[in-house]
């Protein structure tokens, strides 16, 4: 068995883990990323990354390879009740989360970098630093990195007394449209705001927030 025992495991191979153990990898580090599920893949509609987020895509290299495949709004507006109220420039990138996942997914292994598949973690120690999995396996790391995502297990296993998520009263939908936009489009009304922008050439992402004061079942929340 590989001895990762020099490496910063990173749990999760999602964006963040895929982010994280780019820039790893290129700052020389040895890394490990283990993944619950058996494939590579992300699930999601659409994500809009900002200034400071780009500056991260940019120092991994994969910049111009998103924003080809991506949307590139150079305004965003404002609406309420159907009237635009006002509108100003922004420097982001709009595209789906798919896309972003898979130039992450793919810089990361042109890097040289490794995901071990089908491992989900059972316990974690922090003083000793090391991580069992439900498969039966078991390493020990340099370093630990939590990145999987909201229903974090590791979360769960170290602050065994956390807090659990509240209803934050909004229900929220995602979507995407096959519709060509070419600017954000940010709709507000009592109690509500929807979210527009591209994701390519011919598809845009839609977010709709409702507040609501009874949790709907089936509905996706932020």
């Known amino acids: 068995m590989k001895d990762y025992s020099s490496h910063i495991a990173i749990i999760g191979a999602g964006i ?20 619950k599920s058996s494939t590579a893949s992300e699930q999601g509609a659409g994500i809009s990354i900002s200034p400071n987020g780009l500056r991260v895509i940019k120092n991994i290299g994969i910049e111009n390879e998103l924003r080809s495949e991506s949307g590139n709004p150079k305004e965003v507006q404002f609406f ?3 009237n635009k109220l ?3 420039p922004v420097d982001i990138v709009t595209t789906s989360r798919q896309c972003l996942y898979k130039n992450l997914l793919n810089k990361y292994l042109s890097l040289g970098g490794e995901i071990l598949f089908d491992h989900e973690v059972s316990s974690i120690n922090l003083t000793d630093p090391s991580i069992s999995f439900s498969n039966g396996s078991s390493f020990n790391v340099n370093h630990i990195a939590a990145c999987d995502g909201i229903k974090s297990k590791c979360r769960s296993l170290i602050y065994k007394d956390a807090e659990q998520p ?5 229900s929220v939908w995602r979507g995407i449209l ?8 940010i709709h507000l009304g009592p109690n ?3 979210v527009t922008y591209p994701i390519d050439n011919t598809r845009t992402s839609f977010v709709a927030a409702v507040k609501n004061s009874k949790r709907d079942r089936g509905v996706m929340e932020n």
Do not use: D, R, W
């Open 16 to 35: 963040s883990g895929l982010t994280l153990g780019c820039v790893l990898k290129q700052s020389g580090m040895p890394v490990i990323i283990f993944e």
């Open 80 to 82: 309420y009740n159907q």
């Open 86 to 88: 006002t509108s100003f």
């Open 166 to 170: 509240a209803y934050s009263g909004y």
């Open 178 to 185: 096959e519709k060509n936009q070419t600017e954000n489009h």
């Open 192 to 194: 509500f705001h929807i």
